[in-house]
């Protein structure tokens, strides 16, 4: 069984930030990728930003500069600095890995419940 479990969200103040980490746990062999996704209020979820197990990254544009995903390899963890929050960025964020839990399994897609970051003054 495997588990993705997030923590850190909260309210923070316009142009503040937050840091949120998010740990694979489980039977697992392999995490290729791991990222975050986000979903507002009234919307559909979209991709934040996703990190290679080999460190490279990618952002949606809207987060280019502001924000930082970073991974740790040892740990099967994910983390999503957050700086220059804005009342745009608010929404439900939700780590997702892309893995395989044995050599022979195919890659498929995790995900955790998610966290509430709510943007606000």
């Known amino acids: 069984q495997v588990q993705l479990v997030e923590s850190g969200g909260g309210l923070v103040q316009p142009g503040g930030s937050l840091r949120l980490p998010c740990a694979a746990s489980g039977s697992i062999f392999v995490i290729p990728v791991m990222g975050w996704y986000r979903q507002a209020p009234g919307k559909q979820r979209e991709w934040v930003a996703s990190?290679?197990?080999?460190?490279?990254?990618n952002y949606v544009e809207s987060v280019k500069g502001r924000f930082t995903i970073s991974r740790d390899n040892a740990k099967n963890m994910v983390f999503l600095q957050m700086n220059s929050l804005k009342p745009d960025d608010t929404a439900v964020y939700y780590c997702?890995?892309?893995?395989?839990?044995?050599?022979?399994?195919?890659?498929?897609?995790?995900w955790g419940n998610g966290t509430l970051v709510t943007v606000s003054s």
């Open positions: 997702n890995g892309v893995l395989s839990i044995s050599r022979s399994s195919p890659l498929r897609d995790y």
């Open positions: 990190i290679t197990n080999d460190g490279i990254s």
